[in-house]
């Protein structure tokens, strides 16, 4: 399974974005028209998103990220188990990156595209959906379906959850959602190169050494009993 192209379209998503909102103060037309459906929601659907939105902030992010890192290594995946720590913290670094370029903000200051929030989540699930999808009774086009549902369902859970608290536009979710798409494939990337590497080398280190091996011990001995005849 391949998530090369996606990962160039998103990316190529991202910098549009960017270019279209930098230095903006206020929402576009497609964020006025989606924001106005999904502000102002009330109980109990306020506390759905603040609690999706807290999985997202330092706290919860770490707390679910360490209880990620422990059930991959407890089913043997430590490539997973790296790759869920790598993937959103370079994701996230990524859309804060972002933010300081484009410069929009949102509520005065407040810096907002693209969302990291959403980033976060995207990411968290590509990981997660990458493990069944690798199984090898999963055709290409069935692991990319899975992969990219779950991380559709999780941006869209997280940019709505943004969106509904007033502290992104509909078009950073999007954008974060694309950032996420675009930096975990990259990421995977690197990871499994690293870990080959590092595979290769240990096994290159536990073959037998083909030396022939020192016989001056020998020669030495019949070196002695030569002269004792």
Do not use: Q
């Not at 807290?54 to 990220?65: C, W």
């Not at 999780?154 to 959602?177: C, I, R, S």
């Not at 930096?183 to 536990?206: N, Q, S």
Request: hydrophobic share 50%; net charge positive.
């Amino acid at each position: 399974m391949r998530l090369g192209s996606t990962a160039v379209i998103a990316a190529l998503v991202v910098l549009v974005l960017g270019f279209l909102y930098a230095g903006d103060r206020t929402p576009g037309p497609l964020d006025a028209r989606l924001g106005t459906e999904a502000y102002g929601i009330g109980s109990p659907w306020r506390n759905v998103a603040l609690t999706l939105d807290f999985l997202g902030e330092p706290v919860g992010s770490v707390a679910l990220v360490t209880a990620l890192v422990a059930a991959f290594l407890l089913h043997g995946r430590r490539r997973a188990a790296v790759l869920v720590v790598a993937g959103p913290t370079l994701a996230v670094g990524t859309a804060t990156l972002l933010k300081s370029l484009v410069g929009r903000t949102i509520h005065g200051d407040n810096l907002s595209y693209p969302s990291g929030h959403t980033a976060f989540a995207t990411t968290i699930a590509l990981v997660v959906a990458l493990t069944p999808a690798g199984r090898p009774g999963l055709g290409r086009t069935a692991a990319l379906s899975l992969v990219l549902t779950a991380a559709l369902a999780a941006g869209a859970a997280m940019g709505w959850a943004e969106v509904a608290l007033g502290a992104h536009y509909p078009t950073d979710a999007l954008g974060g959602w694309c950032t996420g798409l675009a930096v975990l494939p990259a990421t995977a990337w690197l990871v499994d190169r690293t870990a080959d590497r590092i595979t290769d080398r240990g096994r290159r280190a536990e073959r037998p050494s083909h030396r022939r091996p020192d016989r001056s011990a020998e020669r030495m001995a019949d070196a002695g009993r030569g002269e004792r005849g």
